[in-house]
């Protein structure tokens, strides 16, 4: 297990954000965490990353412990890609200063030749280095966002929503690319969506959230195969399939 | 044949930028009754543009022409802002992507809704208070009364996304423009918006413009589907005849949503064909 | 020639470093040149920037040159702007008095500025005690009444234009830790600061390499807004005999001192006061044409 995390807890001012979550992943394995808004989802996400440091419980990353202040290795470790694209890039730095500073905050070699490779690998050009990201597409700039992300040859990748600002066109591209780049490096995803079926294409197990806790976790075939037991899990799958007159009915007893 | 609703022939919008122009619609005609019209497409596609050009809410720097642009047999083009006025709220509404920004933070839901019904209709401050309330319920609101009072950053998106619906609807236009209304809520709300707004669609006999950039909640939502791409509709379907779909276009924008009745390694991608801008 | 440099500048996917940074520089100018005042305002500051480099070959006479046989003489074709008491040469005297006026501007701006900044991006970025700390110390300054310390100062040192220039400096640089730190506090939550924090700089890495950039663009337009009310501070300092020391040809200074024949010789206190006017009608006009340009909520 390269991840595993215990009994989690995150408090906010009177909100208990994520209770008592637990769940472990697998090297080189893709782990989901489905839920919709305020289920504290992405809170678990940006905890594992050390973007919150009041979190409750234990998170072991390869077999070590994460409470306290973290070394600097880690943060090469795991990297993360975030939802907005337009958000995640510095709006007055270039494509080849947003590539330079992980490199430069690792104190890594050969920066120049990891620049073009990371451009390469995300399938952008040489033409992009120098560009700022109002002059890219959103589809663009979440490719950047995952170069920034690989450039420091990490083992683990937390995605947040990576393509929910997304066309689906544009969507298909990107997943399709992630995926890619798991086989090739071996890497360890852990990616939260609000999107079952985008989850679904991307993992091979996922837990579904709700109200900070983790109701239900399970493997995508059984997913797919309709055995969730969790009366949540299962509103949320009936939603998926698309708007139904009948459906919507059921749910407003829910409100 | 009864007037339509809305009579749109080749409707071209065009943005002046500093240094060049651009054409974010080129040649839509669309003619509706009371029915529920989706439009779908990608960003940039011109489906928003297209919706508010018929709401006269072209930005300053866009210009709309037309050679048709009717409302319930008014003509839209060149139409002064007291004219507009005299149409938007009263007679169209609509409702946007975000109800977090498009409601006053400083003035209780209640408040807006009955503000948006005196502005329209002559009405005394008790009667506007109970029609806003009839409406709070109307988009099933469980407690009118408590939301009524309740500050925009009070309600959940949802409850928020209601209360937009309820304000647009109010004055009871006969054409209601929805931008995306659902983009930004949960899956499980998103249903109950929907079906909110289907129950009013067919209850009240009004028209309903769909604009989203989900093909299949458009398809199983609306009547008709109006599929764009760089400015033009390239396909017109019956929202039942999805399946059917014969542009590229539209069947790669289906093709390429992971879907959970059916596991695949690779999604299949859309390659853009030139010839789509023009139409074909 | 200028058709390849701008298609060079404008490089939708420019090839070094270099070409991005002059590209976005080009494009920010061309957005600027569209503001008729804001030009005005820019032609006024560099015009007073020439002037003061080239003065000693623009004055016709020295700052101090006495000609007592043509005291308090009316602009005429000898001078054009008019004598003073002693018969000076008022245009000379502007001409000199301009390269005074600049010095404090740029005193002010390489002090305040980067006081301001730093105060308030740090206390903005991290917050807690620092941030106490910081904005409590803010207060203090903020609390000053800037005249009646420029008057203590100048009590307690002597009379001078260094003076002055502190006791401005000292009361300026807080509504620009104040400015900063409403910036970083917004900016601070922004995906992109989340990201470096995710890759492990350090926090001073952050302030400095991304939120401070933020906050720049505000702080130099604030800046230009400022200096003209930085101008006259100086001027009203040197009126009051605290700032600039006769005989300098400081415009404030020489206002004060023609103010004795302001009825019977208008123009010994009038042509600097004309001066003043132009060169902080001129700053402020720039400030307003930056503001649109750099203002980071525009895109």
Known sequence: ?255 | MEKPLVAIEDLHVTFRLRNRTVEAVRGVSLTMGKEKIGIVGESGSGKSVTGRALLGLTPPAGEVRAKKLEFDGQDLRGLDPAGWRALRGRRMAMVMQDPKFSLNPVMTVGQQIAEAYVTHVRASKAEAREKSLAVLEAVRIRDPQRVYDLYPHEVSGGMGQRAMIAMMLVAEPELLIADEPTSALDVTVQMQVLSILDDLVSRRGMGLIFVSHDLDLVAAFCDRVLVMYGGRVVETLKASELASARHPYTRGLLDCVPRLDRAQRELPVLNRDAAWLEGR | MSGGLQAWLLDEAPGSRGQARAGAFYRGWLAFRQNGLAMVGLSIVLGLVFVAIFAPLLAPYGPSAQDLDFRLNPPSARHWLGTDELGRDILSRIIWGSRITLGIVLLVVVTVAPVGLAVGTLAGYFGGWVDAVLMRITDVFLAFPRLILALALVAALKPGIENAVLAIALTTWPPYARLARAETLVVRKADYIAAVQAQGASGLRIVLRHVAPMCVSSTIVRMTLDMAGIILTAAGLGFLGLGAQPPSPEWGAMISSGRRFLLDQWWVATMPGIAIFVVSLGFNLLGDGLRDVLDPKRD
Request: proline share 3%; net charge positive.
């Open chain 1, 1 to 255: 297990m390269i991840l595993s995390v215990e009994n989690l807890g995150v408090e906010f001012v009177g909100l208990r954000a994520v209770d008592s979550a637990r769940f472990a992943v697998r090297r080189g394995e893709s782990y989901g965490l489905v839920g919709e808004s305020g289920s504290g989802k992405s809170t678990v996400l940006r905890a594992l990353a050390g973007l919150i440091d009041n979190w409750t419980g234990s998170i072991r990353f390869d077999g070590r412990d994460l409470s306290g202040k973290r070394d600097r290795t880690f943060y090469r470790r795991v990297q993360m890609v975030f939802q907005d694209p337009y958000g995640s890039l510095h709006p007055r730095q270039t494509i080849d200063r947003a590539l330079a500073e992980p490199l430069a905050i690792h104190g890594m070699d050969r920066r120049e030749e990891r620049i073009e490779k990371a451009l390469e690998e995300v399938g952008l050009g040489h033409g992009f280095r120098f560009r700022y990201p109002h002059q890219l597409s959103g589809g663009q700039r979440q490719r950047v966002a995952i170069a920034r992300a690989l450039i420091v040859e990490p083992e683990m990748l937390l995605l947040d929503e990576p393509t929910s600002a997304l066309d689906v066109s544009i969507q298909a591209e990107v997943l399709n690319l992630l995926d890619a780049l798991r086989r090739r490096r071996n890497l360890t995803f852990v990616m939260v969506s609000h999107n079952l079926a985008v989850v679904a294409h991307m993992c091979a197990r996922l837990a579904v959230m709700n109200r900070g806790r983790i109701v239900e976790e399970m493997d995508t075939a059984s997913l797919r195969a309709g055995s969730a037991r969790d009366p949540y899990t299962q509103r949320l799958m009936a939603a998926s399939r698309g708007y139904d007159r009948a459906l919507a009915e059921s749910f407003r007893a829910f409100d």
